[in-house]
């Protein structure tokens, strides 16, 4: 079990760029997870998949923010023209099941918009 | 809509102290309730998380809780504190249930742990 990673660990842009973020769930877990999380403040959930499927977005999620599961493997996760808003620490969690299974979290990728 | 509250931003204990950090949450039902911990750098890691059962639950690293229906919280406690629990702690809520039954977490907004030598 080498647990998730997510890639890269850090991502410096400037306003207006495109970024992407990868994340390797373990693999067994059919659940995989998006959050969001700002200093000082918890993370927030973004969207997640059960295998391929996106089933749920956050109303934080607006229209420059596309994920994607191929294959119900690893995720990423794309800023299109990203803003100074958009900086902050993204995690990545999987699960084996639904709600009450335990979230694995990755180590995160922070983001810096300048 | 469900929230979860860490009253406490900052909190400072001596080593070798006990600990309590407090979580209270809002939810219509009894939810699965998590205890997490972030270090510097470092992903979450769970602490204990309570689902059904009896209400004192054992974590790892020596942390325990307990869940309090009539108050609506989840106090993680820890009897005796060392240097090396200085890091962020965070509640969590699983809804469940219905269109929520996502296993999204929902967390509180941390509370700094800082501990005196």
């Known amino acids: 079990d080498t647990g998730v990673s997510q890639d890269p660990r850090h991502k410096i842009t400037k306003r207006g760029q495109n970024v992407t973020f990868r994340c390797d769930p373990i693999?067994?877990?059919?659940?995989l997870y998006w959050y969001r999380q700002t200093l000082g403040q918890g993370p927030e959930f973004l969207t997640y998949?059960?295998?391929?499927?996106?089933?749920?977005k956050s109303r934080l999620l607006s229209d420059r923010f596309s994920a994607e599961r191929p294959k119900g493997s690893f995720s990423t996760l794309e800023i299109q023209r990203t803003e100074q808003g958009d900086s902050a620490m993204y995690l990545c969690?999987?699960?084996?099941?639904?709600?009450?299974?335990?979230?694995?979290f990755g180590p995160g990728t922070r983001l810096t918009v300048t | 809509a469900q929230s979860v509250t860490q009253p406490d931003i900052h909190i400072t204990v001596s080593e070798g102290a006990s600990l309590e950090l407090r979580c209270n949450y809002s939810?219509?039902?009894?939810?699965?309730l998590f205890w997490y911990v972030q270090s510097p750098g470092q992903g979450l890691q769970l602490l204990l998380k309570?689902?059904?059962?009896?209400?004192l639950v054992q974590g790892i690293k020596g942390f325990e809780a307990e869940f309090k229906r009539s108050q609506s919280s989840f106090n993680l406690r820890k009897p005796s504190v060392h240097w090396s629990d200085a890091a962020e702690y965070f509640c969590?809520?699983?809804?469940?249930?219905?269109?929520?039954?996502?296993?999204?977490?929902?967390f509180g907004q941390g509370t700094t742990l800082q501990v005196k030598p």
């Open positions: 998949f059960q295998n391929e499927a996106q089933l749920e």
């Open positions: 309570y689902f059904s059962g009896d209400t």
């Open positions: 693999s067994e877990h059919n659940r």
């Open positions: 969590a809520v699983g809804p469940l249930g219905g269109s929520s039954n996502t296993g999204k977490l929902i």
């Open positions: 939810y219509g039902a009894t939810p699965y």
């Open positions: 969690a999987s699960s084996l099941g639904a709600a009450g299974y335990e979230q694995y």
